[in-house]
């Protein structure tokens, strides 16, 4: 919980500086790429949770490492590290999108198929979820053969399944309580 706090608290001042200098879109690439960086490498988590090394270690490497970030995006990082919070990089980061998507009013939807979708029906998901939220979307694709056939949508906290598999799983059910009795 308090990671939570933290990791909000200075996403939300991350965007209110980029934001205010300009640079939303530069450090929202940037935070991305830092919760993605984390997310794929576990050595990097370690590093920046480990009480043996020191912080000004901690920042050399984190600036090594994202060399290529925007200035505001590399004197944040300075300014975590000084703070001792860069244990939660990876919180923050996810937090800035999070923030930033809220921002833009971009919805995220998530959409699981058997077999993966073409370019056509990609677009005819997307124009579909746009207009029925009137936002703009981010579709992400899952494949999970596991549902056999059909999709499953999820767009914030509502879902669709119209998947083979949970159609089979009523089918079962609905056999499962057979009303049918017999009179002999």
Do not use: W
């Not at 530069?26 to 050595?43: F, G, P, Y």
């Not at 937090?95 to 077999?115: C, D, E, G, M, S």
């Not at 990609?122 to 999709?151: P, T, Y």
């Amino acid at each position: 919980m308090q990671g939570t706090k933290v990791a909000n608290r200075y996403a939300k001042s991350l965007l209110d500086l980029s934001l205010e200098k300009g640079q939303l879109e530069q450090v929202h690439t940037d935070m991305k790429l830092i919760a993605e960086s984390c997310k794929q490498n576990r050595d990097l988590v370690l590093m920046l949770k480990s009480p043996v090394i020191k912080s000004d270690k901690k920042e050399t490497i984190l600036l090594a490492i994202f060399s290529s970030a925007n200035k505001i995006t590399n004197e944040f990082l300075k300014v975590i590290v000084r703070k001792r919070r860069e244990l939660y990089l990876e919180a923050i980061a996810n937090a800035f999108v999070a923030q930033y998507r809220n921002h833009k009013k971009i919805l995220t939807a998530v959409i699981t198929t058997a077999f993966g979708l073409d370019a056509d029906l990609r677009k005819k998901v997307l124009e579909v979820v746009k207009a029925s939220s009137n936002s703009e979307v981010e579709l992400i694709e899952k494949v999970d053969k596991k549902i056999i056939g059909g999709f499953i949508i999820r767009v914030g906290d509502k879902q669709d399944d119209t998947s083979i598999r949970t159609k089979i799983m009523k089918l079962n059910r609905a056999f499962k309580e057979n009303p049918y009795i017999k009179e002999f």
